[in-house]
């Protein structure tokens, strides 16, 4: 069975970090894209960034360039997000999911909030 | 980048139709996948490819993609359909996945 489990949300304050996390399981990891799409509370699904098999290729939405920073390990299964220089308009649910065929995600994670606020 | 737009809500009674357009230049040259996302929950792939369905999700779930609009179709509407629906695309441009804004389909 596919499982995707974030962690690493909480509260932080304006301008602070957070590493994110995601522990896949029940598929052979290193052969997919992976990518992390948030939602802000109230809001629609926005996805943020994306990585290659080999972490070789990543890719940003705008406004996160500069300030965030995918990765995977492939050894650990397990895919990252650094953030740093966090806004309030960061805030929301952070998912991991797996990259399909044509762009698909099939595969997402429960999701962990991020909080940024003083 | 590449925008998709999508109405803001739709409201159908059980048993009728729904239909949730996503609009987008040229998206008919694109792949069109559709989300189903109830509160608290993570999305649900419904339809990938413009049309076809994964797994366990009912043939009432369809979908269509030509010129500058995609559509979900839900057929004999049931309360338990009732959510926000996201279709997206993947896109050659500067951001490579793109959203729709979501539509909220309220079951009468």
């Known amino acids: 069975e596919v499982q995707l489990v974030e962690s690493g949300g909480g509260l932080v304050q304006p301008g602070g970090s957070l590493r994110l996390s995601c522990a896949a399981s029940?598929?052979?990891?290193?052969?997919?894209?992976m990518s992390w799409v948030r939602q802000a509370p109230g809001k629609g699904l926005e996805w943020v960034a994306n990585i290659k098999q080999d972490g070789s290729e990543k890719y940003y939405v705008d406004s996160v360039k500069g300030r965030f920073t995918i990765s995977r390990d492939n050894a650990k299964n397990s895919l990252y997000l650094q953030m740093n220089s966090l806004r309030a308009e960061d805030t929301a649910v952070y998912y991991c999911?797996?990259?399909?065929?044509?762009?698909?995600?099939?595969?997402w994670g429960q999701g962990t909030l991020v909080t940024v606020s003083s | 980048s590449y925008v998709l737009t999508q109405p803001p809500s739709v409201s159908v009674a059980p048993g009728q139709t729904a239909r949730i357009t996503c609009g987008g230049n040229?998206?008919?040259?694109?792949?069109v996948h559709w989300y189903q996302q109830k509160p608290g929950q993570a999305p649900v792939l419904v339809v990938y490819d413009d049309s076809d369905r994964p797994s366990g999700i009912p043939e009432r779930f369809s979908g269509s993609n030509s010129g500058n609009t995609a559509t979900l179709t839900i057929s004999r509407v049931e309360a338990g359909d009732e959510a926000d629906y996201y279709c997206q695309v993947w896109d050659s441009s500067s951001d490579p996945v793109v959203f729709g804004g979501g539509t909220k389909l309220t079951v009468l």
């Open positions: 040229n998206i008919g040259s694109k792949s």
């Open positions: 999911a797996r990259e399909g065929y044509s762009g698909s995600y099939y595969y």
């Open positions: 029940g598929f052979t990891f290193s052969s997919y894209w």
